[in-house]
DNA sequence: CCATATGTTAAAAG
DNA sequence: ACTTTTAACATATG
């Protein structure tokens, strides 16, 4: 479910949970998700340091990280990527356990695994000093581990681009407006739910070309943008934006009624209402 | 078996 | 050469 929110949220579980925590072991075995880090080496990059701090950038994640006992001289940064399925999981010294900045309750890899938990959709774990554990939690297998992350590449996040910014970038192409909203480089954290919510609070169309939008209608779609984005961190993610129940066959627009209309654009399935969406 | 899935990116196409 | 689109990635689920 990752996007922007859900990212941020994991972020703030990170800073709220495993900052200062000797780093006892890692388990990186994953080949694929650790690429092109072989096994071991992640570990052997991490193993006495601690997390100091988690960033966020977009839906890209990094983490500082602490010398090795006295020394001042910072480790490589941690980059987490949650990619389509990725949750940040964090356990206590007593296995309660962490996620989405809150506190979840219960148990976890104690015999009590959740049908939803399974250990094997652990992809990457590092084991605390204390006992407890941060766990990248992926069943899809698409996320990213890696150290000092390469993040030259990303637009401003999508919650602090100004909208002079957004216009400038998004007007450099004429791609479909959704394609660009989707584009990391462009501006970071948008996903596909949070394109259709953003583009529908903005009644514009996705298929508009990006550098035919007036003036009026980048001012709608910054406002949106940053509505839509600050909403979904408050309730919980990007599934909770008031369009997205509406994104299948039949529904109709909960603004005008009209029956809401399905294509591919940016690559990706999308839904607006034909009506208001111009 | 088929289609779909909230992301990224290499390869192909234009 | 640069931009845009598609396919592939690994895996789960209906």
Redesign the pocket.
Known sequence: ???LP?VESARATIQAAALDRRIADVDDSDT?ECRPHPPGEIRDALVGRSITAAHRQ???MWCDTSGVGRSRTPGPTLGL????SGRILVTDADGALYEGGDWQGGRYGQGGEQP?R?P??DRFTITFADGGTLRLFD????G?VRLDPDLS?LGPDAEEVSADDLATRLGR????VK?RL?D?SVVAG?????ADQTLWEAEISPQRPADDLSPAELDRLHDALHHATKDAIANG???TGEIIAFRAAGARCPRCGTEMTRA?V????TWWCPKEQT
């Open positions: 479910m990752p996007e859900e694929y977009g839906k890209s990527h949650l990619g389509m939803d399974k094997v959709w069943k899809r297998r698409l990213r590449k192409s004429k791609a479909p394609a989707l990391q948008v996903g596909n739910l949070l993610g990007v599934h591919t940016g690559g990706r399935t």
